[in-house]
């Protein structure tokens, strides 16, 4: 199979090209333009599946497709590249904004809808799309950058003081850690003299370790703090629970994991050595997100700040993965990483699904306090079945995808012989089930205390199949990659070797241009 | 023909089938439903004579072979036996459970999970990779957690199903580890190659797999001190708490044990591990069994009780504890699951299962009091039953107890002997106090309201019966039935001749012994009860459990409030810490090629000094003055100051940027806080200021630092001589910059512009936000139906 490599620039360009119809269009009408916003969004997202599904297939085989922007050689313009792990993401992302968007056309008030959700939520889309594609340092800098406003945006969108006080709190600490990818971007350009990731894994294998530290420091921070790993995950339990249910449930499967997505990109390309020398810290910082992550979700009284907790928890378990990618087990090389990205791509389906289901909940009660709601199971047998399965994936009990993520984990956790972290996640495990179990009791058994809410959106059988549809769609998928769990780790195993694939990364992107002085060449 | 697995598609497709026809408006429900398992009991016992002659049928399908996950499936002895009795009382439970819930529409959610159960259990049974296993294990716990909690709308339901899942759940995790570990001694996760690796007893890794398998089969098999989950299972309607919680799934531990025990017997951990945990389980159960009135408190205790002693025999090294285990769990299955379903019959007809309140049932329901005196019978050890003869051999295994000295093995068969006693009071106590007695005690006596109908009883009936003939054909059950499981267990073919009538021996008179005693104790069981009901509360597991859920919580609340608590200016300054700490790592990794030189001979000339003190005194300015205006414009001075070294450094455009954007942002924020009144700043308390100082302090010489580290080294040549060459020619620019934004790396810029659109909608949106003004609030009063804030962020706002 061949493709054109202009399609690269399809997931940056559809939903820009869509937001930017769909602003202009916006004020037309009071609910006429709105329908054909939500139309419209769709027909992007769908636009989006299709490129990341072919890229996907493509990239699959084991091929990079690499795009030249502006047809400017590398290392001058900015590279666009999609391998398996980029296509595998895209996928999921598309994914996860197509089963958002029905959940959010069933419960969005109307006033969102007219401030520009649907817009904004392709900016976002867009913001992602471009991070998981940039082969340029400063480039995945300028899309974070689209994807932390456009998500700031959306947060505080319908502007209610708590959502204020949140937002007020995400954008300064990410924007801080943004500030310091920054400097990781200037130092780089300084003393590697490039901003090309592909020449600067080149350059880095000759760089001093100072540099290389210094960098690579810089880098986790910043990356880190999207990822929300401990320490630095404050902003996510300050803001997650604050806006609209259908923006948190579009951010709790996405934005972490765009984070951990970086995090998986550069760190095998450009520091492999340091991800054994730095291993302990790794671990370190891993079991800490998972404990403190799954003590934060313990003490929270709301379905969605106790989710939001969760996400930070099961980053740690990314990142005990990321931690022995290089290790060598006899699952064979790069196994972890493969692992570490299963686990990813089940979380991210799961969670979504959490929250589409907690939201859901806290819409049709009016209040997520888990104190005062209860008895749902019998009044929607659907949304309870299919609220436990996700739940107990989560929590990772056979045979759902979550089982086989914590099940590969830990065999090459144990294999390596790091019983600590392993133990620790395994604990970790525990309380996670404790928990799930928890929100599961509250909301779904015991007395159903009666709806708070003016509209309950599930008593309308039309919003209700809206909401519960894709919520169904989310938990197939995982379930799916449970049982199919053989094929789905054959799948990330690709995605794992290409990513800890430094010479292919590198020839992909520009073959001759790199070896050489390329100025001579360049300069005629 | 892949016969087992459509074993298991069978049950499992019966699971939604009978959940979704809503069995409870057919009279032949119970019927259908028994059909399934009781089809898959006929196929096991045809293979029953294969078996038996080592011809074991086996079947693996990949699932994940790269983490050698599958599903791998062997009928061994072992697993044939445990099949027969996981199907075959599953078929009477599905009978059973029919006319047990009679015309409620709960029945068929509780046959789609009773159906899951069976489907988990009797794979978990066939498994023969420890994965497979595990899987099974797993699912058996949440049917069972599902099944206990069935009648959720109670709190007793919930929370019984909670802490059942939380601990079989705990269990289920230390065994994913130890079977790991396994995994990782034998080099396979499959059984029968685990049973064949010889010397696994000697690997670095048996004692953690060990003692990590023991917690899962101790949780499991409800032993000491993880019993107490089993007793507050019993809010589960009783058709599941007699086939999960007495029959099958709490036996999956013992049949792990057995499973395991070629593998991992044989060392002291084991012996003593499994001797004294059964030991103190089987004492604890039966003697706790006759503090309760609730009729299935009782059995669920004596069940903890009977698990102790399985657990108990699998310590020993001998063919007649083996042979001691399989008689008991087969005989424990056929008495104990009946007394359940007879329970639950009590239940149904008087609507009362307390002892207190009960008597004289054998008048109102003969049928009923047949098979609970025929269970009884087996449950005390009376010749010549099924209950007899398991008491038989665990004594016999006892006097013939090699591993231990004369002492032990006395003090062993001394508490064997009175857990017999207690059995036989038990039993005693259940038959006299509920079927035969003339009066009950309380002062509201149950009366039989609701005569139950034949094919209620049939259940318990068929099973007891069964259980009483197999004593009776012992002639052909111990090579068909027998041998094969004991040959499993032992891990070599062992023969096994079980009969009923042995002489006068030894045994037999500790029996009888026991009987006599047990009688005894039954007459005085009222002052045994006040007792065991003045003992503190601290000894239930209970307790114990709760206090560590609730130290859990309150460790998770002391974390969240120190963590999440914090302001959002400490928040910050552990991000800048975490920066600093980076630096910090890296600047240790100078090595003395990449050492810092600076070169003092060019002294930084007088106006860039002046600039940086300017710059200086500015920043502190802004920190220190009291308003916030005189902040503001001070923090535009320090903008100014920067700006100055661009234009030292050359770069005439950057510094024209950087001052319109100094002095829009210095407009900007004095438009924004003009309207804030007062104008002081708050207070910062000393000790903030300090860490303020410090953090600040650190970032500032760290970012120093970083110019200097990374200023010496340039690695290759630089992109930038591209951009100036190529800008005119290729680019068709003078203005290089401009090349760069627009054209080199216009993607870039691309995104930039996208970042601001977006930011101007977002003012745009908070612009047009509700904002909670009291003009906006009185507007909303006078017209509600504008009120575009959702409920839930009212709720939210609040809080």
Known sequence: MNLNPNFLAAPVALPLIFAALMLSISRWGRYSSLRLQQWLTGIALSGNLIVALLLLAYTLTGKRLVLQMGA???PYGITVLADTLSALMLTIGSILALCILPFAVATLDLHRERLGFYPLMLILMMGVNGVLLAGDLFNIYVFIEVLLMASFVLMTLGGTPSQINGGIRYVILNLLASMLLLTAAGVAYGSLGTLNLAQMAQRMDLAPDSIRWVLAGLMFIAFGSKAAIFPLFFWLPASYHTPHPAVTALFGGLLTKVGVYTLFRIFPLLYPTLLVTWRPMFFVIAGLTMTIGV?????????RRLLSFHIISQVGYMIMGLGLATADSRFGAGFALAAAILFMVHNMLVKTALMMGGGAVELEMGSGNLSAIGGLARRYPWLATIFF??????????????????????QVTFDTHHFTIAGVSIFVSLLTTMSMIRIWQYSFWGKYPGSRATAPPLENSRRRRMILAPMTVLVALSLLMGIFFGPSLRLASVAARQALDRDGYIQAVAPQKLVAQPEQTAAR | MPSLLACLLLLALTSPTLWLIRPHRFRLAGVSAALPPLAVTIWQITQLGPTAAGDFTAERYAWAPQVGLEIALRLDGLALFFGLIVTGIGAAVAFYTHYYFENEEEQGRFYGLLFLFMTAMLGLVWSDNLLTLFVFWEGTSITSYLLIAFKYQYPDAKEGGRRAFIVTGMGGLALLAGVLLLGMAAGDYSISGIIATPGLTDSPLYPAALILVLIGAFTKSAQFPFHFWLPGAMAAPTPASAYLHSAT????????????????SGTSLWFWTLLITGGVTMLLGAVSALRYYDLKAVLAYATVSQLGILVMLLAFDSSLAYKAVIVGILGHALYKGPLFLIAGIVDHATGSRDLRRLAGLARAMPWVAVAAGLAALSMAGIPPTLGFLAKETLLDAWLHADNLNQGGAMLGLTASALTGALFVAIALMLMWDAFFRAQAPADEPAAVHHAPSLAFTAAPLILVLTGSAIPFMLGSLNKLLFTAPVSAIAGEPTEVKLALWHGFTPVLMISLTAIAAGTGLFFVRSAIRKVLRRLPAELNGVVIFNQINDAVYGLANWVTRHIQGATMSSQAAITFTAAVVALIAAFTR?????????????????????????LIMAAIVTVRVPSRLGAIISLGVVGVMVTLFFIFFSAPDLALTQLLIEVLTVVLLVLVFFRIKPDNLPDISTARQVRNLLVAGSVGIAGFMLVLLSSGIQMGDSISSYFLYNAIPLGHGANVVNVILVDFRGFDTL??????????????????????????RRFLARHPELDTDTDADKGEGRA
């Open chain 1, 72 to 74: 400017w050689p590398a």
């Open chain 1, 295 to 303: 003590l934060g979700a313990f003490a929270q009284p709301t379905i």
């Open chain 1, 389 to 410: 399965i996700a739940a107990f994936s989560l929590a990772g009990i056979p045979p759902s995808s979550g089982f086989g993520g914590k099940l590969s984990l830990l």
């Open chain 2, 249 to 264: 799934m709490v036996k999956a531990g013992v049949f792990l044990l057995a499973r395991l025990h070629p593998a991992l």
């Open chain 2, 590 to 614: 100078i090595s003395p090629a990449t050492r810092i030189v600076i070169d003092w001979s060019q002294s930084p000339l007088a106006p860039e000094t002046i600039i940086a003190l300017l």
């Open chain 2, 751 to 776: 995104g930039e512009i996208v970042v601001l659109a977006t930011a101007a909608l977002g003012g745009f949106a908070l612009l047009r936000a509700p904002r909670l003004t009291s003009l906006r």
